[in-house]
């Protein structure tokens, strides 16, 4: 760590978690563990087919089971006019937002919703969804990307044309949006190139893996108020899509944020709160719909596999001059992959003079795929770290040596030629270079170790919060972000360091849409930077007070007056003080409360970078991976909660070694996901991962009042290429597909593809 | 005079340039004497006089949530890049 | 009507009776007819941990023991963790190593470090790994949590010692 953080009293400190007691208990209630009197139950119908016209829908029958009180289908949803929405690192739009929570006249994917049931109990609506009697018409599917994008593919929507800045295509396509980037001239960067290399990756889909299922509960009264009771990353996205979707007024739609069991980007989108709305609309009793897990992975948002095909070329001195890559991501059912930040992410580590890129962003019979922690990075890092690792070998050059020749920096461009503003690839490059890991021989045979960096863009997008002064010197702080990681406490740390009190002295509260100013997702990484800017601002509006009653109480003009760690004192009278807590004492005695609120739109994010090194073992009879150790470095800007940076620098890193090695979407040819439980869907358990060894290094963001990056996203991008380069050095097989499990080693190191 | 970076994709429509100089105060302005310099360029930003959700831009190093509003300074920088979300900013590198 | 059994049992220390259809889990009797939401549904099938609680002091997946099959024997929950109000070192360690982000694995992942501590209170690193392989946990890569029980194997040792010998 730097020395920076030093100069904080409470910021760079490891307070208990505000919320960690009830945590710790069971006492905290998630989405889930709503209970209101007279509730029912709703469960989902479900398509088994990947991709079909829907001809008919009979319900009488599950509305004739004792027990069943409503049964909605798409059908129940008013005609709304289409526009998009947006949901921070994805969007959508509303008219297939309302088609991918219950499907119009096709169903996409196998898990598409199809209609839903609310009944007495669990059990009663699972009965009634046998009951449910739908005709399909089959269609054939299309299940890999490359397919899709073929002029004589099936296509999903007949009315879809290609977007892009060039005019929509003539013919009808799978491909929704074309992106591309040319900067400089990559003709001529390639003949300057005295090394080119050239490869084709693929990546699979793969889910967030939260452990918590999604689960709403609505309740739509006679006055037509619908609140909404939900574990999401967002309540005020929550209330736009179901406002949009429903065409019910925003006022009227009130939602209740229950603690979150994990997101990643999964839990941004709504599937279940406008299904539960109308259930509850029609039965007149508030209805509570939880899915199992076999429907999150059907039914909710993955991220995109991938066809990638890069072409990098380096002079010998060691200077990348050069760089074309072709990515086409997977969107699902609808549009809207994240293949925008694959493409202005994964050259992002380097200052490289002529790039051309063309990114394509292309549905299929798949699930919509939704936001997941960096969301698009990471499948397009697996490459560009792989190329710039092979560079590296055939130059001779060290890996990281390489990366710090070539990196980027202050002032640099990327491909659409916007500069970036102080960044710390550079300093996280050295740190890995000094770092007692890199320093450690690796030896023995089947062994080898790998690196990679990686980068996030982060995001600002808007925040509100409310602080209140108590009259016991404690204070309440308002704020409406949904806490998966621990940002009740970074926010509260943050005006705590602004009002010179103690973070135990600040009693942070995540509540509902009607009581906070508007908040976008919690999600972007950018809780931490852009409500604790809120925060920030908040506890100044505060100081301002403070200042005048202080003033008011010793008969001085404000101006005599300053705050100063934690007190009130006067330039004229070296005996005027009052600390916090003697001022908000007297507080209502002398005039009205203190409060700040702020709601801000801040500009200034600083983009986050993470170096990564991964030692591996692979057997060679079993094909089996073992991460041997494992370091990850990361700019963080500064660590406002040291612990909990480094949680999100270790989760990020384990679920990319789970990606990289074993997770995947299997598909059979009737589109059907077979290993859709967490038996076969294989993450990483305690048994598979060493301990993660963190390297903090803060080059903090100007731009922000205590140097905030946001950390929780960077973390995800590396990996997928750190452990293929060290496969690679530990076997001699470069693995340009994804996952890289024991089979597909094998069948790349004993030529049995 | 701002400085635009005209996307790849809208090059033809400049005569192969790949940054025009036009004037402006407000990005509207700007996208006006854009079309002006490469005609046709306006319809492909922009939709329904509102800049396409798919699309940012980014003055001066910043992405803007304020679109065609935004205010452009004598010697700006402008560069035109796909939106991370529908309009949140999207970062370039 | 679906035909319902009478059930008693002890949970946490305390005489419970309920009804219950023989096709409803543990996990589910706990939950919606009890309120007793600590425990969690993470998948339903055994694989994940969420749903751990001690049956007569064996850690088992409720979601996959029936609520009728509890008749007579005794429950732990992790709300019956601390006691009288003073958390368990367990739930300290927690708290202080920042082992839990969302917090949705938490309870069960204490449940089952419990189980783990009681019978094998010098247990290793990997041990300790092995042991916890059925709890899955999504945000934290395992790191804190680890440390976390590797904390509370100190404090509960020289609790014990303390007091004088094995509890």
Redesign the interface.
């Known amino acids: 760590m730097t020395t920076e953080a030093k100069r904080y009293k409470v910021i760079g400190t490891r307070p208990i978690r505000h919320d960690g007691v009830d945590k710790v208990t069971g006492r905290a209630q998630y989405g889930a563990d709503t209970r209101l009197t007279g509730m029912l139950y709703g469960r989902v119908k479900r398509s088994p087919h990947a991709h079909a016209r829907i001809l008919s829908i009979n319900v009488e029958k599950a509305l004739a089971l004792p027990g069943v009180k409503a049964v909605v289908t798409h059908a129940d949803f008013p005609q709304v006019a289409d526009r998009v929405q947006d949901l921070g690192e994805t969007a959508t739009s509303i008219r297939e937002t309302a088609r991918n929570v219950l499907a119009e006249d096709k169903v996409l994917y196998r898990g598409h919703a199809v209609a839903a049931v609310a009944a007495t109990n669990v059990h009663i609506a699972l009965e009634a969804l046998d009951l449910i009697e739908i005709e399909y018409e089959l269609l054939p599917p299309v299940l890999d990307v490359r397919d899709a994008m073929l002029p004589d593919a099936p296509l999903l929507d007949e009315t879809r044309k290609t977007r892009s800045l060039a005019g929509p295509s003539e013919q009808s396509s799978n491909i929704a949006q074309h992106l591309q980037f040319v900067y400089g001239d990559p003709d001529e960067g390639f003949k300057q190139a005295e090394v080119v290399i050239e490869r084709e990756f693929t990546t699979k889909m793969v889910h967030q893996g939260y452990i918590e299922p999604q689960a709403s509960t609505a309740q739509w009264n006679a006055d037509g108020q619908i609140t909404i009771w939900t574990s999401t990353q967002g309540t005020f996205a929550v209330r736009a899509q179901v406002s949009a979707v429903l065409a019910h007024p925003v006022s009227k739609v009130k939602v209740i944020p229950m603690e979150i069991g994990g997101g990643f980007g999964g839990k941004i989108p709504i599937y279940l709160d406008p299904v539960a709305a109308i259930l509850s609309q029609k039965s007149g009793k508030p209805v509570k719909i939880q899915l199992d897990r076999t429907e999150v992975f059907e039914g909710t948002g993955p991220t995109s596999g991938s066809y990638i095909k890069m072409r990098m070329g380096a002079t010998k001195d060691g200077k990348i001059v050069a760089a074309e890559s072709y990515l086409a991501y997977e969107a699902g059912a609808f549009p809207g992959s994240a293949i925008g930040a694959g493409c202005q992410t994964h050259l992002s580590p380097y200052d490289i003079p002529h790039v051309k890129i063309d990114g394509f962003d292309v549905v299929l019979n798949k699930p919509k795929t939704s936001a997941y922690r960096a969301p698009g990075a990471p499948a397009a890092a697996f490459a560009a770290e792989q190329m710039v690792d092979e560079l590296a070998e055939k130059l001779n050059i060290d890996p990281l040596q390489f990366r710090l020749m070539n990196t980027a920096k202050e002032g640099t461009r990327g491909p659409g030629g916007r500069p970036f503003p102080r960044i710390g690839h550079a300093e996280c490059v050295e740190a890995a270079l000094n770092s007692d890991h890199y320093k450690s021989p690796l030896e023995g045979p089947n062994k080898g170790r790998g690196v990679a960096s990686g980068f996030w863009f982060n995001g600002g997008m808007k925040s509100s919060v409310t602080a209140s002064v108590n009259p016991d010197g404690t204070v309440s702080l308002i704020e409406g972000n949904t806490d998966i990681g621990g940002t009740r406490t970074s926010l509260a740390m943050q005006l705590a360091e602004t009002l010179g009190i103690a973070a135990e002295d600040v009693k942070p509260q995540v509540v509902d849409t009607d009581s906070v100013g508007y908040n976008d997702v919690t999600g972007g990484s950018r809780i931490t930077f852009a409500s604790g800017w809120a925060a920030y601002e908040a506890g100044m509006i505060i100081r301002e007070k403070m200042i005048e009653r202080a003033a008011t109480i010793w008969e001085v003009p404000a101006e005599q007056v300053f705050f100063e760690d934690g007190m009130l004192k006067c330039t004229t009278d070296q005996a005027k003080t009052l600390t916090f807590k003697e001022l908000a004492a007297q507080m209502l005695r002398t005039g009205p409360s203190f409060t700040g609120s702020a709601s801000v739109a801040p500009v200034g994010v600083g983009g986050a970078y993470s170096t990564q090194i991964a030692d591996v073992e692979v057997d060679p009879e079993t094909g089996k991976t073992t991460i041997l150790r494992y370091t990850i470095v990361q700019d963080v800007g500064t660590a406002i909660h040291p612990s909990y940076v480094e949680g999100q620098m270790q989760g990020g890193v384990v679920q990319g070694i789970g990606w990289a090695l074993n997770e995947e979407y299997f598909y059979d040819e009737q589109g059907r996901m077979v290993n859709s439980s967490f038996l076969d869907y294989r993450m990483p358990t305690t048994l598979d991962v060493p301990m993660i060894e963190t390297i903090i290094v803060e080059v903090p963001n100007p731009g922000h009042p205590y140097g905030v990056r946001g950390v929780g996203e960077v973390p995800i991008v590396p990996p997928l290429a750190a452990i293929a380069n060290a496969i690679y050095r530990a076997t001699g097989v470069r693995q340009t597909q994804l996952p890289i499990s024991p089979r597909r080693i094998l069948e790349t190191t004993l030529g049995l593809e | 005079m701002a400085k635009v970076w005209v996307p790849s994709l809208l090059r033809t429509l400049c005569d192969g340039r790949s940054i025009v100089e036009v004037e402006g105060r407000t990005l509207r302005q700007v996208v006006e004497n854009l079309d002006a310099a490469c005609p046709g360029i306006r319809a492909r930003l922009i939709e329904d006089g509102e800049l396409r959700p798919e699309l940012a831009v980014a003055v001066d190093g910043e992405v803007t949530d304020l679109g065609l509003l935004q205010q452009v300074r004598e010697a700006s920088e402008i560069q035109i890049l796909p939106a991370i979300g529908g309009g949140m900013e999207a970062r370039d590198g | 009507m ?1 035909q319902r059994s009478h059930v008693t049992t002890r949970i946490n220390g305390d005489e419970v009776d309920f009804l219950c ?1 023989p ?2 889990s543990l996990l ?1 009797v706990l ?2 007819t009890l ?11 055994g ?2 941990g ?1 749903c751990n609680v001690m049956l007569d002091g064996r850690i088992v997946n409720s979601c996959c023991v029936l609520g009728v099959e509890v008749d007579g024997h005794e429950i732990e ?3 019956g ?2 006691t009288e109000g003073q ?1 368990h070192p367990l ?1 300290t360690a ?5 082992a ?8 069960g992942f ?1 449940l089952a470090s419990k189980a783990l501590l009681d019978r094998e209170p010098d247990a290793d690193e990997h041990r ?3 042991w ?15 440390k976390a029980v590797q904390k509370a194997q100190t404090t509960m040792a020289t609790s014990r010692s303390i007091s004088g010998g094995l509890k």
């Open positions: 679906v259809e096709r409803q589910e939950r919606e309120g007793l939401t600590g425990s969690k549904e993470g998948c339903n099938n694989n994940c969420a929950t992790i709300e963790l601390a958390l739930q927690f708290l202080e190593e920042a839990l982000q969302c917090g949705i694995c938490t309870p204490i300790i790994r092995y916890l392989a059925g709890n899955l946990c999504r945000c934290t890569g395992y790191d804190k949590i680890v």
